[in-house]
């Protein structure tokens, strides 16, 4: 993978944060984190975004704010950004069912105790229940 620009990996690990700090529980919130941090469609479309950012500041800077395209590159950070957002939703989706499915695993291997798992557990099944179109879309509706 080539370099990313600072601007991207500080979106990705804003994501991660972010979305983490929304959990409870220790084995979900870790979960979530360490997903949106590895998530390589995440990190393509932050890339893509940063990306667009600095096309749209150079173009501005050579030709001012209202030059023929600056606000189509805005709108395509725009555009780009939302679904990086909804990819980061994806992501937390598929970290929740991961949760559900897996979770008992986690006890058995000694890694979380079963009820810091029961508790993430019900807080995945809590999340999903209210986000039916995220976890639609990665198809992880059947954990519920």
């Known amino acids: 993978m080539s370099r990313r620009s600072v601007s991207s990996a500080k979106k990705q690990d804003d994501f991660a944060t972010r979305f ?10 870790d979960r979530i984190a360490d997903d949106l941090g590895a998530d390589d469609q995440l990190a393509r479309l932050c890339d893509a975004a940063a990306s667009a950012s600095a096309a749209g500041e150079l173009r501005a800077s050579y030709h001012g704010e209202d ?7 805005k709108e ?4 780009l950004s939302h679904v990086a957002r ?3 939703l994806e992501v937390v989706a598929e970290a929740c069912a991961r949760t559900i499915d ?15 798992v029961r508790e993430a557990k019900f807080e995945a099944r809590t ?3 209210y986000h ?10 059947e954990v519920l």
């Open 132 to 141: 039916t179109n995220e976890a639609a879309r990665v198809g992880v509706l």
């Open 67 to 73: 030059a023929d395209h600056v606000e189509d590159v």
């Open 76 to 79: 395509a950070w725009g555009i």
């Open 20 to 29: 983490a700090e929304d959990f409870e529980t220790d084995a979900l919130a």
């Open 86 to 88: 909804q990819r980061a």
């Open 127 to 129: 999340w999903l229940q």
């Open 102 to 116: 897996e979770g008992d695993e986690w006890v058995e291997a000694g890694h979380r105790d079963a009820d810091s």
